[in-house]
Structures are given as C-alpha cells and as structure tokens.
C-alpha cells in the first residue's frame, strides 16, 4: 500500500548543502536508497539522513517511500529538474578551473560582428607566435564592467566621448558602398548615387531605432549626396554587420559596409566598392579597454601590443591618418 506523505510543519530559509542535493540526485536517480549510497560510497544509513534532512529544509516531501521501492513526489521531480542541470554546471565550472589552473590567458569581451570579421580571422598569427596563451572570446552585445568582471580585455564600437578614461583607440570608420563583382556584372552599372535606386540595398533593420546607429543608415548617405528623397527597388534588413556584409557577398544587394570590416574582403576581390569617392564619414570609433586587474600581466600586454599592430596595419589598409591629438598609443608599449 502506498503511504501518504506525512506534512512537515515549517520552512526553513538557509541554503541547502550541497552534499544534500548530491544524495537526492542520486536516490532520484536510482530509486533506490542502497544503490544510491554504493554510487556515493557512503552507508544507506547515510544517505536516508541525508535525505530526511534535506526535506526537513525544503519543507515537504521528496520521496514516497514504499516498502520495496522509492517513488519522486511532485516536488522532488521538479527539484529534480532545477538541481540536476545546476550541479552539472557547478563541476564543469570547477573541471575547467582545474585544467586551466597555472595557465596563461586572456579572456576577451566584445560583440559577435566584431569577433566574427575582424579579430577571429587575425588570430591565428598571435596563436602561432604565443602558443603557450590560452584565448577565451565572449561575443555578446551586452556591455561587461570590467572592475567586476572575470574579463581582461573589452574590444567595444563608441563615440569618442563615450569611451572611459584610459581607453586606446584602434581606428576609425567610414562606410563604403560595395557588392559582390557577380552581381555588378549581371547589372545596369552604376557611375552616378541615383543609379543606386536600380537596386535592392542591405542595412541593419533596428539602425534608425538604436543610438548611433543612425549615422551608418542609407538615408544619411542619400541626403549627403543632394538625394534624401531616393527609394531603392527593394530593401533588406538584417540586425548584424557580419549579416549585412554576407548577404552583399551572396549578390543579394548593395551595402552601405563598415570599412575596417570589410577591408579584407575588399583586398581580396571578393566585394568591389562601388563610387568609391562617395563614402560616409562615421564618428564612430573603435577602442580597446584594458581590465584594472589585468595590465601588468605579460601576456596581457603581448596580446595588447599584438592588438595595435593589427590596429596600424587596418588604419593602413582603409587609408586613415592617426589623429596626433588623440591618446592612441599605436604601438602599446606604454599599455598599462
């Protein structure tokens, strides 16, 4: 016959050991409290305190004890659920720790379209230069506060007022109209800004809604070129740069592309600018923040040093002049 579980009277409010949670888990697992304690190596005396005192805790039942078999209650099966992905997290966590222990690193921040078109495809030199420095990259578009985060570098895409004390910059931006040589050859070519109209054109879908953004839009770029009134045949939004720029690649349109991204496409034939002398200057800049905790460390500032060279060489390659006003620190020798 089935007992009923019996109330328990009140609830407590300290946190649960985790040993308690482990000995659930592996009675919830096993249905079985002897089973569980061999998985545990611990007595089956053990485990049933264990697992008494964790109910006591909680506040209710976890388990229907029968006489040749255990049984999860409700709210067993749906601590079951939270506790199991929790804990399976919490030793990943601590394996990594432990392999990682002793080893050099840089852990960098900075946003998914930046990662993915300028700093990822430039990695392999710095890999192969410093074999022994482990790389974490977290692409995420939320900002990290380096005071409080286990972050050593963020890579972020500002208004130069907008950038905290301390900050280096990388470079500057303009935007280039291009497209894929494939789909110019199949098309009426373009020598004036209206011949544009003749074609779909790619930009970000939220850039009129998002701060900033509004100075990388194609209406910027026809009201500078005496056209603000000028619709294309078609538009296409996407919300990343990296997807704009693929979908010019794939000749689904025109893009109004961000230079220091698509420089090396552009280098190598794979997207051709179009009126080349028609491009959008933009205030936008980018810089690289170093963590207070983090600058002294050598391979903090190899990876630094390596960082301004990739710098220089962009700034070459998309033909801007330093600005001697600004604290550049173009070679990171003096990065702290």
């Known amino acids: 016959?089935?007992?009923?579980?019996?109330?328990?009277?009140?609830?407590?409010?300290?946190?649960?050991?985790?040993?308690?949670?482990?000995?659930?888990?592996?009675?919830?697992?096993?249905?079985?409290?002897?089973?569980?304690?061999?998985?545990?190596?611990?007595?089956?005396?053990?485990?049933?305190?264990?697992?008494?005192?964790?109910?006591?805790?909680?506040?209710?039942?976890?388990?229907?004890?029968?006489?040749?078999?255990?049984?999860?209650?409700?709210?067993?099966?749906?601590?079951?659920?939270?506790?199991?992905?929790?804990?399976?997290?919490?030793?990943?966590?601590?394996?990594?720790?432990?392999?990682?222990?002793?080893?050099?690193?840089?852990?960098?921040?900075?946003?998914?379209?930046?990662?993915?078109?300028?700093?990822?495809?430039?990695?392999?030199?710095?890999?192969?230069?410093?074999?022994?420095?482990?790389?974490?990259?977290?692409?995420?578009?939320?900002?990290?506060?380096?005071?409080?985060?286990?972050?050593?570098?963020?890579?972020?895409?500002?208004?130069?007022?907008?950038?905290?004390?301390?900050?280096?910059?990388?470079?500057?931006?303009?935007?280039?109209?291009?497209?894929?040589p494939w789909l110019l050859k199949s098309a009426p070519p373009i020598r004036r800004p209206e011949d544009i109209a003749q074609f779909t054109l790619i930009e970000a879908g939220d850039a009129h809604r998002t701060q900033n953004l509004e100075w990388l839009t194609w209406r910027r770029w026809f009201e500078l070129h005496g056209h603000g009134k000028l619709q294309p045949k078609r538009w296409l939004y996407f919300n990343y740069a990296q997807q704009i720029v693929q979908a010019a690649l794939a000749g689904q349109g025109l893009a109004l592309a961000r230079m220091p991204l698509i420089a090396d496409g552009l280098a190598a034939g794979d997207l051709v600018e179009v009126l080349p002398g028609h491009r959008l200057d933009s205030p936008l800049a980018y810089w690289m923040m170093v963590g207070p905790r983090s600058g002294q460390r050598p391979e903090i500032k190899a990876f630094c040093a390596w960082l301004m060279r990739q710098a220089d060489a962009t700034r070459q390659a998309i033909g801007e002049v330093p600005d001697p006003d600004l604290n550049d620190d173009l070679d990171g020798s003096s990065l702290a």
């Open 1 to 180: 016959m089935t007992s009923s579980p019996a109330p328990i009277a009140h609830l407590r409010t300290r946190p649960v050991a985790a040993g308690h949670w482990r000995a659930f888990l592996a009675v919830a697992r096993h249905l079985n409290f002897r089973a569980a304690a061999e998985e545990l190596s611990l007595t089956q005396s053990a485990v049933s305190r264990q697992i008494q005192s964790l109910e006591d805790e909680v506040g209710v039942p976890l388990f229907l004890r029968h006489t040749r078999a255990v049984e999860l209650t409700s709210a067993g099966a749906q601590l079951q659920r939270a506790v199991g992905p929790a804990l399976e997290r919490m030793d990943a966590a601590v394996r990594l720790v432990r392999q990682t222990a002793g080893r050099k690193s840089v852990a960098i921040t900075t946003w998914a379209s930046f990662a993915s078109m300028w700093l990822i495809p430039r990695m392999e030199e710095f890999q192969r230069d410093n074999p022994d420095i482990d790389i974490r990259i977290d692409a995420t578009d939320t900002v990290v506060d380096l005071d409080t985060a286990d972050v050593d570098l963020a890579l972020r895409y500002r208004l130069p007022g907008g950038v905290e004390h301390g900050a280096h910059r990388l470079f500057g931006e303009q935007l280039a109209v291009v497209a894929s």
